[in-house]
């Protein structure tokens, strides 16, 4: 498999050494960009398969350059960001990104947070019109309305489907508790989001052998939730 190319789109020239010393030792293609400006030009001129993101650049708040991305591209975008705040993380997934890192980050944390995403990206490249998804022992016939679990018909609730579907529908991305609630009920309000926490706790149970220690569905506490591809 081809190695994807990154744009690294970072001001901070330690930061950007350390990402791209990493991704050349790890046989990663890249290019580099400073500055916003310098990052959409190369986002549509490289066409790159996956954007590592800082959000504070010198002329640009990342969260717009998602934006902006967005309005052509679904290619990933990993934010990479000093920024620790739930509130900042769920700005940019809401804005459209895909997962995030906090500085400091451990290199091998980096990697693992592109291997989720290169898996995304397999994801995403193959045909996504297909009516059947396969993850682990679960399997879920869209055409059908069915989900079932290591062969066995699950008896889930029509809002525990949804929310099943939704999230194998974006496997390796993080879903904010506003986009799940946006998408399930159509708004986002407050005891919606209450409502959320208890449907994934049933959900949970009929999915996961160990619930405590979730094998599908990751929990990103105070943020919202990720279907991992296992
Ligand atoms: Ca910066």
């Given at each position: 498999?081809?190695?994807p190319l990154i744009l690294v789109i970072e001001d901070d020239k330690a930061v950007r050494t350390l990402?791209?010393?990493?991704?050349k030792a790890h046989d990663?293609?890249?290019v580099e960009a400073i500055s916003g400006e310098a990052a959409i030009?190369?986002?549509t001129s490289y066409n790159p398969d996956i954007l590592l993101l800082d959000l504070g650049l010198p002329d640009m708040d990342g969260v717009e350059i998602i934006s902006r991305v967005r309005t052509w591209s679904n290619m990933p975008i990993i934010v990479i960001s000093a920024r620790c705040e739930d509130a900042d993380k769920i700005c940019a997934?809401?804005?459209g990104a895909d997962d995030y890192l906090t500085k400091p980050f451990s290199v091998d944390e980096l990697l693992a947070r592109l291997r989720v995403t290169q898996r995304r990206l397999a994801i995403m490249n193959t045909d996504t019109s297909?009516?059947?998804f396969v993850n682990g022992n679960l399997r879920i016939d869209y055409a059908a309305g069915c989900a079932y679990l290591g062969g066995e018909e699950m008896h889930?609730?029509?809002i525990e489907y949804k929310l099943l579907c939704l999230l194998s529908q974006n496997t390796g991305k993080v879903l904010t508790h506003t986009f799940i609630t946006q998408k399930i009920w159509g708004n986002a309000w407050e005891n919606n989001i209450a409502s959320l926490r208890v449907f994934m706790a049933t959900l949970r149970k009929k999915l996961e052998s160990a619930p405590d220690s979730p094998q599908y569905i990751q929990?990103?506490?105070?943020?919202?939730?990720?279907?991992?591809k296992l």
């Open positions: 498999m081809n190695k990402i791209t010393t990493t991704l990663y293609r890249f030009l190369a986002a997934l809401d804005a297909g009516s059947e889930l609730t029509p929990t990103h506490v105070g943020v919202g939730y990720r279907m991992m």
